[in-house]
């Protein structure tokens, strides 16, 4: 089972241009759990993966991948 | 702005939370030298009780405050993002630190006991003690790392 997790969720918040406290704030988290996620250091939940896309418009495929 | 406002209340809170939840478990490690250095444990006075009655107080207000995130004078909103689910997660990884804390501590003074009486008393506050302390301080520490490389 992995327990990390790729992810690209700063390089499509970024293309979106918006902060963390932008993305946190439509997303109805904290600003360190965006952090977090995007550091690798926090696997994200499947409401909360969902919702990101969801923010970001695009796929949570898009956004996570599981590692080679 | 009102919702980017939020988060930054939030976050603000959330920082103090941790910084004063290691305050006050470093404190209250602090504290125990002045119930092992008084013979509080060993005492039947009155004074002794009180001190008793205080530290016991004092560890349930502490573990309350972990439980419910130590936040009850804020909008459901900010209190929702301070209790969001990487402070849910935090504080799964803390509580499990304060169990294995109280293992150890068990375990210390299962060896200790072969060498000097520990009463009943001394025993469950030292488990208590290092059972409410360790998370406390595990969970703030973590809610710091989280925030760094933003």
Redesign the interface.
């Known amino acids: 089972m992995h327990e990390r997790l790729n992810n690209r969720l700063r390089d499509a918040r970024t293309a979106k241009g918006l902060t963390?406290?932008?993305l946190?704030?439509r997303a109805?988290?904290?600003?360190?759990?965006i952090?977090?996620v995007e550091?690798g250091?926090?696997v994200?939940?499947t409401i909360?993966a969902l919702t990101l896309a969801r923010v970001l418009e695009t796929s949570v495929e898009d956004l996570f991948q599981l590692p080679e | 702005m009102r919702?980017?406002g939020?988060?930054?209340k939030?976050?603000r809170l959330?920082k103090r939370r941790a910084r004063v939840f290691a305050v006050l478990a470093v404190a209250f490690l602090g504290l125990q030298t002045v119930y092992i250095s008084s013979g509080a444990l060993h005492e039947n006075t009155a004074l002794a009780h009180f001190k008793i009655g205080a530290w016991a107080l004092n560890a349930l207000g502490l573990l309350i405050a972990l439980a419910t995130g130590g936040v009850f004078l804020t909008g459901r909103d900010v209190r929702?993002?301070?209790n969001?689910?990487?402070?849910l997660?935090h504080r799964r990884i803390a509580i499990a630190w304060g169990f294995w804390a109280m293992m150890a501590t068990g375990f210390g003074l299962y060896f200790l006991s072969q060498f000097e009486a520990v009463t009943t008393r001394e025993a469950l506050h030292m488990v208590i003690t290092f059972g409410t302390a360790a998370p406390l301080l595990v969970f703030s520490y973590l809610?710091r790392?989280?925030?760094?490389?933003?």
Do not use: C, I
């Not at chain 1, 109805?28 to 759990?33: A, E, L, Q």
């Not at chain 2, 969001?84 to 402070?87: G, M, V």
């Not at chain 2, 790392?145 to 933003?150: C, F, G, L, P």
């Open positions: 963390q406290a932008d946190a704030e109805g988290v904290s600003r360190k759990t952090n977090t550091n250091v926090f994200p939940s909360l | 919702e980017v939020l988060v930054g939030a976050e959330a929702h993002l301070m969001d689910e990487t402070t997660a809610e790392r989280a925030y760094r490389d933003a």
